[in-house]
């Protein structure tokens, strides 16, 4: 049974840096991501990367934010910097091992998720 555990959230003043980690115990997924959740409103994509290593970003994070994973693919790393009050949500990581071409974005394309790690931004 594939699990994902997401590590590194915390509190942070604008203007600084947050790595957060997802960890996979499993098979190899073919797309992974990072989808976020503020309080009252809808989970939103934030960035994902195909098994190809093709990443997607939300036009809000691009340049601030960044993928990454090691080279076994067995942790997906999120760079955050320049970190704004508004990226103030729970993080969630997610994955889906279904294979197929091209990427995805959607939360709803990503069967498997994690319990979430907190990110506060304070100004």
């Known amino acids: 049974q594939v699990q994902l555990a997401e590590s590194g959230g915390g509190s942070v003043q604008a203007g600084g840096s947050l790595r957060l980690s997802c960890a996979v115990f499993?098979?190899?997924?073919?797309?992974m991501g990072w989808f976020r959740q503020a309080p009252g409103k809808e989970r939103e994509s934030v960035a994902t990367?195909?098994?190809?290593?093709?990443?997607m970003y939300a036009d809000s994070v691009k340049g601030r934010f960044t993928l990454s994973q090691d080279n076994a693919k067995s942790t997906l790393y999120l760079q955050m910097n320049t970190l704004k009050p508004e990226d103030t949500a729970m993080y969630y990581c997610?994955?889906?091992?279904?294979?197929?071409?091209?990427?995805?974005?959607?939360?709803?394309?990503?069967?498997?998720w994690g319990q979430g790690t907190q990110v506060t931004v304070s100004s």
């Open positions: 997610a994955a889906d091992f279904r294979p197929a071409f091209g990427t995805r974005w959607l939360a709803s394309e990503f069967r498997i």
């Open positions: 990367i195909s098994n190809g290593g093709r990443t």
């Open positions: 499993g098979q190899s997924p073919y797309y």
